[in-house]
């Protein structure tokens, strides 16, 4: 009801204002500023208060829509200023002096759009309180000091507008530490600032620019701490790259070696074929060389026996021919006993000689033929040998075939390795993504929380023994610190935390203990 009220009583007066406003400035319009008619000074009047009406409006609906346009509201202060400027001219007096009442006059004409405009502030600043309430509000300076020190209030104002500080009394309390400081600074160095040294004089100088004289003082050290920050943050970057160039180096080496040993074992294997199939055909092509002599020696001894054999037959049967012509000698010549005595014993010699000569010719056979039973028994020698150097070339293969197969077998066994190895880094990966997301959840709760540094660290000590595998089910408090101790060691704490004393890790998984022992799980 009183939210009705106020906008009646407001659109009451806007109706109040635009009706006195349009009456005079259409006439002054007129007569004035020479517009060709009245019709025209009253379309003048209608498009200023028209304009002004429109702006307002969009002004307090942007307003109501937590969107402001804030440049909105210097052209409804101008052309306020115009209307309000135009009211009072309309109410001038004409071809005489101005006196007292003239002026009321002229203030009073222009005092209803100003209190228009007033209402209309109003109006935006409390919808702006109402849809924005949790912007903060920024005190107002009290007239009384703009009067007593207008100077030093004009310091304060800008300050507190330019750096958004929107207490009075805290910049009020700044100025006040402000000149204490200084005054101290002075006792210090009986009155001559000239002597302190450039930290000492930084609040003075830095108080301009919204510093407070303990945040002007902790400047140096925090800079300082920042420079270290910076250089021990490039440090870590130039040892992270170093430690990934390394890393890259050692992966490349050991990629060349692998590769290196693979080329090695296919060249050993390829030169163990070689020299097997190389051994292989030398011991073939050395049996068949030997088997080749022997049967040329096997055959020359043949043909030579055969011919001799041929020889002896052809003495033989001459021998007999000579013997029978011997013998019708003698029966042709029986009549001459001395010519066929002669004869017969020239008969009887050559039976003798052709019989020595036959026991020569059967002797000569017989070792012929030993001879050739002796090549055909280092023939068959000679194809045991080969037969044995075939009987071990399959062997050598088979020995072969079974390496290729025993490889062949290891290669699979490292595959399937590297698969159960990759296997594993999966499910490392799903569960390292898993501990992440429960960390980005639990920061998140902690960040909802508002928790305090301390106790995130705790929280976090316990995440990291849930994440370790630690299971505290059915534990008491000591089991819960045993169990936790042995997943996490103060050294982990201290390196997670970048803590240097081994009390305050300490601490850390003792207040873990005491949290998970109250059932916390993130």
Same mark, same amino acid.
């Given at each position: 009801m009183a939210t009705g009220a106020i906008v009646a009583a407001a659109i009451v007066l806007a109706g109040i204002g635009l009706y006195l406003s349009f009456e005079h400035v259409a006439v002054f319009a007129h007569k004035e500023l020479r517009f060709g008619s009245l019709g025209k000074g009253q379309l003048f009047a209608v498009g200023v208060d028209v304009g002004i009406m429109i702006m307002i409006a969009v002004d307090l609906l942007m307003a109501w829509l937590k969107r402001p346009i804030s440049w909105i509201r210097y052209p409804v202060w101008l052309l306020t200023a115009a209307t309000v400027v135009l009211n009072a001219a309309s109410g001038a007096p004409r071809n005489r002096g101005w006196g007292l009442v003239d002026y009321v006059a002229a203030g009073?004409?222009?005092?209803? &759009?100003?209190?228009?405009?007033?209402?209309?502030?109003?109006?935006?600043?409390?919808?702006?309180?109402?849809?924005? &309430? /949790?912007?903060?509000?920024?005190?107002?300076?009290?007239?009384?000091?703009w009067t007593l020190a207008p100077a030093a209030t004009a310091r304060i104002f800008r300050r507190m507008r330019l750096w958004g500080v929107n207490s009075y009394p805290e910049m009020v309390r700044r100025d006040q530490e402000l000149i204490a400081y200084e005054q101290w600074l002075k006792r210090k160095y009986d009155g001559d600032l000239s $002597?302190?040294?450039?930290?000492?004089?930084?609040?003075?100088?830095?108080?301009?620019?919204?510093?407070?004289?303990?945040?002007?003082?902790?400047? &140096?050290?925090?800079?300082?701490?920042?420079?270290?920050?910076?250089?021990e943050e490039a440090e870590r970057r130039r040892l992270d790259a170093e430690t990934r160039s390394e890393v890259?180096?050692?992966?490349?080496?050991? /990629?060349?070696?692998?590769?290196?040993?693979?080329?090695?074992?296919?060249?050993? /294997?390829?030169?163990?074929?070689?020299?097997q199939a190389r051994a292989h055909a030398r011991a073939q092509v050395s049996a068949a060389e030997r088997a080749a002599e022997l049967e040329e020696a096997a055959l020359e001894t043949a043909v030579i026996a055969e011919a001799r054999a041929r020889q002896a037959e052809a003495e033989r049967t001459a021998a007999d021919e000579r013997e029978a012509k011997a013998a019708a000698d003698l029966r042709a010549a029986e009549l001459e006993r001395q010519a066929a005595q002669k004869r017969k014993e020239a008969a009887e010699a050559d039976r003798v000689a052709a019989a020595e000569a036959q026991a020569v010719e059967t002797a000569e056979i017989a070792e012929a033929r030993q001879r050739a039973a002796e090549a055909d028994r280092v023939a068959a020698e000679t194809e045991r040998a080969a037969a044995e150097t075939r009987r071990r070339a399959a062997e050598a293969d088979r020995l072969t075939a079974e390496e290729n197969e025993r490889k062949a077998t290891a290669e699979a066994n490292t595959q399937a390795a590297r698969k159960r190895e990759a296997d594993t880094e999966h499910a490392a990966a799903e569960t390292r993504l898993a501990a992440a997301e429960i960390e980005r959840r639990a920061v998140e709760s902690e960040d909802i929380a508002k928790l305090m540094p301390r106790e995130r660290a705790v929280r976090k000590v316990a995440r990291m023994a849930l994440a370790a595998g630690a299971?505290?089910?059915?534990?008491?408090?000591?089991?819960?610190?045993?169990?936790?101790?042995?997943?996490?060691?103060?050294?982990?704490? $201290?390196?997670?935390?970048?803590v240097s004393s081994t009390d305050t890790a300490s601490k850390y998984r003792q207040e873990a203990v005491a949290l998970l022992a109250g059932g916390y799980r993130p």
């Open positions: 009073a004409h222009g005092l209803v &759009p100003v209190l228009f405009i007033a209402v209309v502030e109003l109006g935006r600043d409390a919808i702006d309180r109402m849809v924005r &309430p /949790e912007r903060a509000e920024r005190d107002s300076i009290p007239w009384i000091r $002597q302190a040294d450039e930290d000492e004089l930084l609040p003075m100088r830095m108080a301009p620019y919204g510093y407070t004289v303990a945040q002007a003082l902790a400047m &140096p050290d925090e800079q300082e701490q920042a420079a270290q920050e910076r250089e890259a180096k050692a992966e490349s080496e050991a /990629e060349r070696l692998r590769a290196k040993g693979k080329v090695e074992s296919v060249r050993a /294997e390829v030169d163990g074929q070689t020299g299971v505290f089910v059915g534990l008491d408090a000591d089991g819960i610190h045993r169990e936790l101790c042995r997943v996490v060691t103060i050294a982990d704490v $201290q390196r997670e935390f970048d």
